[in-house]
Each structure stands twice: as C-alpha cells, then as structure tokens.
C-alpha cells in the first residue's frame, strides 16, 4: 500500500491590523498575516463529559476489522473547540454527545476503500476524506441512561434509511432534528447519506500520522 505522510498548504489568515506613521506623518494600516492555528487536540482533554465509541478501535465496524491501535478522538483545534460548543447546546437538553469518530490516519481510509469502494459511503482516499483531516466527526446522542437515542439506522449502515431525506417517524426526525441544529449552529455540515457525520466548514491538510495512545 502506498505510504502518505504530511502535506502542509500555505493558508493564511489576519492575525492583526494596527496604525502607523508614515515618513509624511500619515498613519498607514499595517496588517500581518499568519499561517492560522493547525494544531491538534484530543478531544476528551477539552470536555470529558463526552461519550466515546469509537468503533474503528474495535471490530464492531463495516469492515470488521480494528483499524486504530487505541479509541481516543483527535480534531484540529477550533473543530473540537465547535464541537463543545454544540455538545452544551444538546446537554442543556438532557442528552449527552456519543463519539464514533473523528481524525482518521489517510491509511486507514485506503484499507475502508478496499473492503467498500463506493464513494456514497466511503470517501475515495485519492481526494482524502474530512476525517483525514481531522475536521469532520462522527456521532449520535444519548439520554440522561447512557441509551442511544433512535435515528432510525445504526451507525455505519450503508443503506437508505441512514439518508437524510428518508421518511421516519417524528420521534426518529425529532432526534435528528436536535442533533442536526446543534451542529449546525456552530459550523458543522451534514451530508445526504449518513445521518451520524457531520463537516466543519474549515479545510485542513491531510494527514497520516498513527492516533497516539500514550
């Protein structure tokens, strides 16, 4: 399997803007910019009240395979910094936010593509998917008892029912609806076939680094 290691893209972002003189005297706006914060974060040291599954650690998972050497959650920094955001929201509701997953290692998104080459379920690792750049999350809610709520499919289901468009029942869409609205008020995006994943709006390099145990 080809190797792929770390990829750096030169965004930039304003870091400040201030006055100052001229050699006429005039005061001139001077902006610097700087490459903007990349740094990675494992989720649970942000917020430990999330609840972690990751199933990519275990064999419970589409491919049966453990694909990660151990089930801790990495995000770029203002991805998992979002996501707390929109985990107070659904908390303050009485439900709690259940981690699938998270940063997943480019090599592993090879090894999903080998079991299921279908790009409406599994992203093509010759573009990269969110998850290899650490800026898209997988998850459902679970109540006051630690009970997933229904969303009308299990996670991983690669079939209508998982869509978004697919017709449950009001308490099926109620759910999601709840999930859905936190997300999205702080910078997460859906996609049509899987109800569990979630986008953030910013773009980040791929990476392939192993998730870190220690």
Known sequence: MKQYRWIWLPFVVLLAAWQMPDSTGKRLQVQILLPP???????????????????YATTDNFTGDVLYDCGKVLLRKKVAEDLVKAHQLVKAKGYR???????????VQWRMWKKTPNKN??????KGSMHNRGCA??????DGQGKELDMGSPFDFFGKEAHLDFPHSPQVM????????AMKKHNFRTIKTEWWHFSHRNLYAISDFP????
């Not at 109620?174 to 609205?181: A, K, P, S």
């Open 137 to 142: 999350v997988d998850l459902t809610l679970v």
């Open 174 to 181: 109620e759910n999601r609806r709840i999930l859905q609205d």
């Open 97 to 107: 936010m259940k981690i699938y997953d998270g940063y997943r290692p480019l090599s």
């Open 211 to 214: 998730i870190p145990c220690q």
């Open 121 to 126: 379920y599994v992203a093509d690792p010759r």
């Open 37 to 55: 914060d990349t740094s990675w974060v494992e989720l649970l040291t942000l917020d430990s009240t999330f609840v972690l599954d990751v199933k």
